[in-house]
C-alpha cells in the first residue's frame, strides 16, 4: 500500500518560513506528478502547487512568488519551501501523488502549517 509521510509543519510568524517535505513509499507505479494541498477550517481542500516527473511546476496564484516546490525523483519525494508566509496560509497541508495506474490518487495524513499575526 501507497504511503505518503509529510513533515515539516508548524507554528510561525508571519513573514517567516517553513518547509514541507513528503517521501512516498511502497510505490509500484509509475509517478506521473506530485504535490501539495491545503485546506483551511471551514473551506474546500485547494491545490498549492504541483509538479510532474518531468518538472513541470503549477502554483496556485495565492503563492506565486513565496512557494517553491521541488522533486527528487529518484528518492519520490516531494518539497514545499514556504516563504514570506502570511496568516491566510495557515491550513492543514497534504502531500498529494498521481500514479499513472488508471490515473489513481495518494494522499498523505496532512500536516499543520500555522501562521501567526
Known amino acids: 500500500q501507497v504511503r505518503l509521510v509529510e513533515s515539516g509543519g508548524g507554528l510561525v510568524q508571519a513573514g517567516g518560513s517553513l518547509r514541507l517535505s513528503c517521501a512516498a513509499s511502497?510505490?509500484?507505479?509509475?509517478?506521473?506528478?506530485m504535490g501539495w494541498y491545503r485546506q483551511a477550517p471551514g473551506k474546500q481542500r485547494e491545490l498549492v502547487a504541483t509538479?510532474?516527473?518531468?518538472?513541470?511546476?503549477n502554483y496556485a496564484d495565492s503563492v506565486k512568488g513565496r512557494f517553491t516546490i521541488s522533486r527528487d525523483n529518484a528518492k519520490s519525494t516531494v518539497n514545499l519551501q514556504m516563504n514570506s508566509l502570511k496568516p491566510e496560509d495557515t491550513a492543514v497541508y497534504y502531500c498529494?501523488?498521481?500514479?499513472?495506474?488508471?490515473?489513481?490518487?495518494?494522499w498523505g495524513q496532512g500536516t499543520q502549517v500555522t501562521v501567526s499575526s
Open positions: 511502497a510505490i509500484r507505479y509509475r509517478i506521473k506528478a
Open positions: 509538479i510532474t516527473s518531468g518538472g513541470s511546476t
Open positions: 498529494w501523488l498521481n500514479s499513472d495506474y488508471y490515473g489513481l490518487d495518494f
